[in-house]
């Protein structure tokens, strides 16, 4: 069975279709806070600290960090955050940006295996993604392109074609490992049939395995 392994300097997370879920902290993000977005455009990243050791001290694995402030220089931001949030903690980090300039800064101050979140299907994307996700040894995730993400199939068509995409490009030298993240069930308890249903069918279409018909866009033996 395959497992992603993601890692710090000196630790590492597994994810995997067998292991436990992984906690991801998703509190260093400025998007609807105005004091953070300041702070860290200015070079402040108190904020930042304290936001990182109180999620790892309440239990999160992993922690996401995003730098997305408009008009600001978000390369030197998402490196200066992500070079202090390994200074104070030892867990993996999700670097989280759209910006492909960004994600190469990111990536290139990174220690260790870093998890991209998250690459959607244009295939503009997948040209400019892959090939920093594959040179700096980083994980990734797909996301669909919509802001929301009520209708699963969606991210299960991103798999797909990333799938294709890597599949086709990839060398057996240096793969590139995607993973899937819980993205409503903490919003949605509905949600949590439809994650599972997600993960199995990427599971079945990665084995070969996948059936369809007209009326269904999953896997039939996930439902």
Do not use: W
Not at 89 to 98: A, K, L, Q, R
């Amino acid at each position: 069975m395959t497992i992603t392994t993601l890692s710090s300097a000196t630790r590492e997370v597994k994810i995997g279709f067998n292991q436990p879920f992984v906690i991801i902290g998703e509190r260093i993000n400025p998007t609807g806070r105005k004091i953070l977005a300041e702070e860290m455009k200015l070079g402040d990243y108190s904020r930042v600290e304290a936001d990182a050791l109180a999620q790892v001290l309440a239990g999160a694995q992993m922690l996401d960090v995003n730098a997305g402030i408009p008009l600001a220089d978000e390369p030197r931001i998402l490196a200066e955050a992500i070079q202090l949030v390994q200074s104070i903690t030892d867990v993996p980090i999700s670097i989280d940006s759209s910006i492909i300039e960004a994600l190469e800064a990111g990536l290139s101050v990174y220690q260790g295996k870093a998890l991209v979140n998250s690459v959607t299907g244009e295939d503009e994307v997948l040209e400019r993604v892959l090939p920093l996700v594959k040179k700096y040894g980083a994980a990734v995730y797909p996301s669909d392109d919509k802001i929301n993400f009520e209708i699963t199939y969606n991210k299960y068509d991103v798999f797909k074609k990333l799938f294709k995409y890597i599949s086709g490009a990839n060398s057996s030298s240096k793969k590139i490992e995607m993973t899937l993240p819980v993205t409503q069930i903490k919003k949605d308890n509905s949600k949590k049939t439809d994650y599972f249903i997600n993960c199995r069918s990427c599971k079945q279409y990665i084995r070969g395995d996948f059936r369809s018909n007209s009326d269904n866009r999953y896997c039939q033996d996930c439902l």
